[in-house]
């Protein structure tokens, strides 16, 4: 499969119906319900009482006293309460009784799922990740990314951005969910795109579209465990794309090329933990959800990034293009995808690691390759290096999939030189 082609992706469009970006339920649209707004002032409404729908999906009755759901037809977006009679466009799922955005609802996004071992900076990835998107990223693309509840918001700014962006400590290894339970991140990823060269009567103008990002914090071992992992299954069989985050010092050829990196925690000790092993366990999952055959590849697009890339490019070659930053005009180099790619794969060969290219061959129809580094350089005593936080390509994985997704143009750009008139 060639990686700037562009093929019909199963996903959020195809379901029969809307899949919630919680418990990722797929319920048919008119079953969506509505939140009463509550009261408010001297505006009148309905007081709140206990959601055991929803305290049953927070494990707490913590949060869950809210106002009243009720019934109504969820294709539109605003329903009248039929205890107190005032309109109210808060849509929630009518299986764990989470918020639902308009957006969402309105314009069924995709669901990304992020899937690390042990050390492979998962946590670390997703705190840079969502800050460059919030940021330089996402004024690039003309995008917002917004938190789907107060939940995510205080989550993120708890264990992610304060400890990490702003006091700069390492994040620690995610505990287990077998002892400590967690919510995903859930964030709404909306562009209005523009159609160049066409006129309203040609049918252009402009369109948003959304992308629902879904992030777990998955520890290491929940993805060796087989009774954890199925807390995890829906997640993944709700997944529109998988990014694999793979830590290359786990890979021993690769670590032999870096000697001043002292070795991780667990690093050679465990087979479980090693990328091909975590990431065949994912698959196996997917394949029995799927009912995908023997033989026949899996549909879902994968983003495979390689993490710590910074400590592995002082031995690279200056033309490598894991050398080069990405440009940033809002649409997705093709040339550079196709190189990073090459590059990346060539490294996994060299570091006698190229099973890892063949298993997703053999078992993805739609794969990539990338390096990204979420630090920027080495970190020092448990604390960011001295540089500060300073990402390499980090959104390189969600941007291929943007692309994959038609929510991002494809680019290829003039040699100097070269003008474009005819």
Known sequence: MSLTSRVPIPGARAR???????????????????????????????????????????????????????????????????????ETGNRVCPECHNPLPSAYCDSPGRIVALVGAKNAGKSTYIAVLLHELMNRVGTELDASLVACDDRTIDRYKRDFARPLLEERRLLPTTTSAATSAREPLVYLLTRTRTRRGRGPRLGG?????????????????????????????????AADAIIFLVDPLELPG????????????????????????????????????????PGRRLPVPVAVALTKIDALRPGLLRQSALHRTRGGEGALDLDDREAVDA?????????????LDVYLDQQYADYALF????????????????????????????????????????????????????
């Open 16 to 86: 029969q119906g809307l899949t919630c970006p919680y418990c990722f339920a797929v319920v048919p649209l008119q079953d969506v319900r509505f939140r009463c707004r509550g009261r408010a002032g001297r505006r009148p409404g309905c007081e709140p009482v206990l959601d055991e729908t929803l305290a049953e999906y927070l494990g707490s009755t913590a949060g869950a006293s809210l106002p009243p759901v009720f019934s109504a037809t969820g294709r539109r977006t605003r329903a009248a309460c039929p205890g107190c009679g005032q």
């Open 205 to 237: 103008g402009r369109r948003t579209e959304s992308l629902a990002l879904v992030l777990f914090d998955t520890a290491g071992e929940d993805l060796r465990s087989r009774q954890v992992t199925d807390l995890h299954l829906r997640y993944l069989e």
């Open 254 to 293: 690769a670590r032999a090329s870096v000697a001043a990196v002292p070795p991780g925690p667990g690093t050679g000790d465990d087979p479980d933990s090693e990328p091909i092993n975590i990431i065949a366990r994912v698959t196996d999952a997917l394949r029995a959800r799927h009912g995908t055959p």
């Open 343 to 355: 590059q990346v794969r060539a490294l996994l060969h060299e570091w006698h690691a190229g099973q």
């Open 371 to 422: 390096g990204v580094s979420a630090l920027g350089g080495m970190p020092e005593d448990g604390r960011v290096g001295p540089g500060g936080v300073r990402p390499y390509r980090a959104e390189d994985p969600l941007l291929w999939l943007l692309y994959r997704f038609g929510m991002l143009d494809g680019v290829r750009p003039q040699p100097a030189g070269l003008d474009s008139g005819g």
